[in-house]
């Protein structure tokens, strides 16, 4: 059984500081399956789960397995007018590369190999040796790298770019599933279950470390023209995106350049309902509200709103959750363009503004992460108490 516990004064273990809104409480000794949440904002500054540790060590090494066996085997093929197409994930990558598209290459190979690599081999080197007693030199610096990483890792938005494809291109040809396919689904699994146990609050406590609790001070002005210039650059991006084709179908030596609200429109018409609708969401929806909600954010703290900052705090943590959504359609063009390669008979290329998508969804998350909520709640505590 699940249990919340709002901090207060009572059983007292340790001062804390909230990491959204700079509220400074005590921590008491959670019991089992209990999470701490920020007294002011809510945020949940730590959950408890008995053998956590364990169970991060156990899920990462699986995921990790997993991983190195997607990497080689047949991933997906495709067959129409008696050609054959087969890839596997390192294969669509370097493919990428080959027909320079490098830049779509670089970003679906550090998104689904390289950064969730680099996460679980951090963890194990981290938790291994923790085991049996040992604490790493400089382990805090690993577990910050760690946390940095884990917004950029999306294996689990690009196998849901995966399955839209198929679903895309299931009326044209046949298509299969591969070896690969099933392991990266095992993987993505083990991660996201990994990640369920994984808390940063806890994982500092086990390397006797809890230097995250002290935020340290901002200034304002900084923040505040850094998220606006983010956001800026994401406004300029979003009209090429959608003006430019984002894909390039050949049919017989006939071109179809596609939009993105065209290739929603073409999905709609096609009765291809939920597809089109996850598309128009992620791809259209997602990144004007986004946009819109972080510009309404930093224009509050810019001229020192004081109402509404609960709702605000809810605000943006929706953004900052559906922000990496929109990368579905990103993937969905890489895997299209690696996968559908058959000369003359059927071909697949990204257009010029999967480039500029890829900007807007990269400059809002990190507008998202500049934006330091703490000062929606300035004027009630001062960063330097």
């Known amino acids: 059984m699940k249990s919340t516990i709002h901090l207060s004064q009572q059983n007292l273990l340790s001062l804390v500081t909230c990491h959204e809104c700079g509220y400074q409480t005590h921590l008491p000794s959670l019991p089992n399956k209990h999470k701490a949440l920020c007294p002011r904002c809510g945020y949940r ?3 408890y789960r008995q053998h956590a540790i364990q169970w991060v060590c156990a899920l990462a090494l699986s995921a990790l397995i997993f991983l190195i066996i997607a990497m080689p085997f047949n991933f997906l093929s495709f067959s129409a007018g008696g050609q054959d197409q087969q890839i596997n994930i390192l294969g669509s990558i370097e493919l990428l590369f080959a027909q320079d598209y ?3 290459g670089l970003i679906m190979a550090s998104a689904i190999v390289v950064l969730p690599a ?3 081999l951090a963890l194990l080197l981290l938790l291994i040796p923790l085991q049996f007693g040992i604490i790493l ?5 690993l577990v910050n790298i760690i946390f940095a990483l884990l917004p950029w890792a999306m294996a689990e938005i690009f196998l849901v770019g995966v399955l839209v494809s198929l679903v895309k291109i299931s009326s044209l040809a046949d298509v299969g599933i591969g070896m690969s396919f099933y392991a990266f689904l095992l993987f993505t699994v083990s991660m996201s279950a990994m990640l369920l146990f994984l808390d940063e609050h806890q994982l500092r406590l086990a390397i006797n470390n809890t230097e995250h609790v002290s935020n340290p001070k901002v200034n304002p002005s900084k923040s505040i023209q850094t998220t606006w210039s983010l956001l800026l650059t994401a406004v300029l991006l ?3 995106a959608n003006l430019l084709p984002i894909m390039v179908t050949n049919t017989l030596g006939n071109e179809q350049p596609s939009t993105i609200i065209g290739g929603v429109i073409l999905l709609w018409q096609s009765g291809s309902y939920p597809i089109a ?3 128009f969401v992620a791809s259209v929806l997602v990144p004007v509200a986004k946009i819109v909600i972080l510009c309404w954010l930093n224009f509050s703290v810019q001229f020192n709103q004081q109402e509404l900052s609960r709702q605000r705090m809810t605000w943006y943590r929706f953004t900052e959750f559906i922000g990496r959504w929109s990368m579905i359609d990103v993937f969905v063009v890489a895997v299209l363009a690696s996968l559908i390669q058959l000369g003359n008979v059927m071909s697949i290329h ?4 999967v480039v500029a998508f890829c900007g807007v969804v990269i400059a809002t998350m990190l507008a998202a992460m500049s934006f330091d909520t703490r000062l929606i709640w ?3 505590v001062p960063f330097d108490e």
Request: hydrophobic share 50%; proline share 11%.
């Open 102 to 104: 490098a830049i779509l």
């Open 238 to 240: 979003y009209i090429p």
């Open 137 to 141: 030199p400089k382990a805090s610096n």
């Open 378 to 380: 300035q004027k009630e």
């Open 277 to 279: 609708f996850i598309i």
């Open 118 to 120: 680099c996460i679980l």
């Open 350 to 353: 990204p257009g010029h503004a």
């Open 45 to 47: 500054i730590t959950a």
